[in-house]
Nanobody
Framework: VQLQASGGGSVQAGGSLRLSCAAA????????MGWFRQAPGKEREIVAA????????YLADSVKGRFTISKDIAKSTGYLQMNSLKPEDTAVYYC?????????????????WGRGTQVTVSS
């Protein structure tokens, strides 16, 4: 099973990016997924999570009101829409799946991880 995150890049503060996470073998279709990030010198942290059908979502306090998580069941693809980006959002962003139908903020509960995509926000 592979997860591939894409959509990262370099933007100025206040800009937007949309990250995508595509999964092989329809892995995300019936499973929850999460987005995590890790900045240099810092521990990995949860950014957002969503259950299998999108009915339940979680957003970290630091991104509430700016980020949105969603998923397209038919395409087995998850998304993280990031608006009003700040320099402190700079990190490598990872998508994770293989959780089961619920959602979780704990990285250890996810079985599959993508390679990550770099997001850099300049002031």
């Amino acid at each position: 099973v592979q997860l591939q995150a894409s959509g990262g890049g370099s933007v100025q503060a206040g800009g937007s990016l949309r990250l995508s996470c595509a999964a092989a073998k329809r892995t995300l279709s019936n499973n929850g997924m999460g987005w995590f990030r890790q900045a240099p010198g810092k521990e990995r942290e949860i950014v957002a999570a969503i259950n299998w059908n999108g009915a339940a979502t979680y957003l970290a306090d630091s991104v509430k009101g700016r980020f949105t998580i969603s998923k397209d069941i038919a395409k087995s693809t998850g998304y993280l829409q990031m608006n009003s980006l700040k320099p402190e959002d700079t990190a490598v962003y990872y998508c994770a799946g293989g959780l089961g139908s619920g959602l979780s903020t704990e990285g250890s509960r996810y079985r599959y991880w993508g390679r990550g995509t770099q997001v850099t926000v300049s002031s």
